[in-house]
T-cell receptor, first 109, second 114 residues
Framework: GQNIDQPTEMTATEGAIVQINCTYQ??????LFWYQQHAGEAPTFLSY????GLEEKGRFSSFLSRSKGYSYLLLKELQMKDSASYLC??????????FGTGTRLQVFP | DTEVTQTPKHLVMGMTNKKSLKCEQH?????MYWYKQKAKKPPELMFV???????INESVPSRFSPECPNSSLLNLHLHALQPEDSALYLC?????????????FGQGTRLTVV
C-alpha cells in the first residue's frame, strides 16, 4: 500500500522556527510536493523536491532524502498567518499525486 | 491566468437528485484531477484525466461519474448520493501528470447531501 505520514498537529510561537516531517512509502517516486491549506480554502503549492537535498524559498525550505523516504518542511520567522494545514504529497510512478495525512500548525503570539 | 475555477461553490442535494460539478482551467494543462476532502482530513484522490482520457479511477462508486468534454473542462456527475458523500470536492490541474508539475487547485465545491 501507499503510506505518507505526518504529525497530526504542531504548535509554535510567532518568530520561531518549526520543522514538519513527512515519511513516505509509495509505488515509485517522481517527486514530493508541499502544500499549504488554510481552513475552508484550496491547497496552495509551496515547494517541490525530486533530488536529495535542501530547496530554499524565502522563509520556507524543504528537504528530501529518497533513500530514507523522508522529507521535511522548515518554516522560519513564523507569522500568525502561517497557521494552516501543511500537506506533503508524493507523485508515484503512475499518474497519481497522493497526499499525506496533513499537519495542522497553530502559531501563537 | 493560473486559476482553476469550480462551480458551484456550495451545493445541497437530496439523495434522489442528479447534479453536476464543473471545473475549468485555461492554463493549457493536460492533466486534471478530482479529489474529495472531508473536514480535517487530507484530499483523497478520486479520478485522474490525462490528455482527456480517464487514466485513474480510485475505485470510486459509480454514483460519481467523471467527464472530460475537452482539455479545459472537467465535470463530475452526481446521482443517488448518500449523506456520507458530503465533503469538499476539489478539482486540480497540472501541466501533465508526471514529474515536476505541481497541481493547481480550485476553491472547491462544498457538497451537502440531505
Amino acid at each position: 500500500g501507499q503510506n505518507i505520514d505526518q504529525p497530526t498537529e504542531m504548535t509554535a510561537t510567532e518568530g520561531a522556527i518549526v520543522q514538519i516531517n513527512c515519511t513516505y512509502q509509495t509505488s515509485g517516486f517522481n517527486g514530493l510536493f508541499w502544500y499549504q491549506q488554510h481552513a475552508g480554502e484550496a491547497p496552495t503549492f509551496l515547494s517541490y523536491n525530486v533530488l536529495d537535498g535542501l530547496e530554499e524559498k524565502g522563509r520556507f525550505s524543504s528537504f528530501l532524502s529518497r533513500s530514507k523516504g523522508y522529507s521535511y518542511l522548515l518554516l522560519k520567522e513564523l507569522q500568525m498567518k502561517d497557521s494552516a494545514s501543511y500537506l506533503c504529497a508524493v507523485r508515484d510512478n503512475t499518474d497519481k499525486l497522493i497526499f499525506g495525512t496533513g499537519t495542522r500548525l497553530q502559531v501563537f503570539p | 491566468d493560473t486559476e482553476v475555477t469550480q462551480t458551484p461553490k456550495h451545493l445541497v442535494m437530496g439523495m434522489t437528485n442528479k447534479k453536476s460539478l464543473k471545473c475549468e482551467q485555461h492554463m493549457g494543462h493536460r492533466a486534471m484531477y478530482w479529489y474529495k476532502q472531508k473536514a480535517k482530513k487530507p484530499p483523497e484522490l478520486m479520478f485522474v484525466y490525462s490528455y482527456e482520457k480517464l487514466s485513474i479511477n480510485e475505485s470510486v462508486p459509480s454514483r460519481f461519474s467523471p467527464e472530460c468534454p475537452n482539455s479545459s473542462l472537467l465535470n463530475l456527475h452526481l446521482h443517488a448520493l448518500q449523506p456520507e458523500d458530503s465533503a469538499l470536492y476539489l478539482c486540480a490541474s497540472s501541466r501533465n501528470s508526471i514529474g515536476n508539475t505541481e497541481a493547481f487547485f480550485g476553491q472547491g465545491t462544498r457538497l451537502t447531501v440531505v
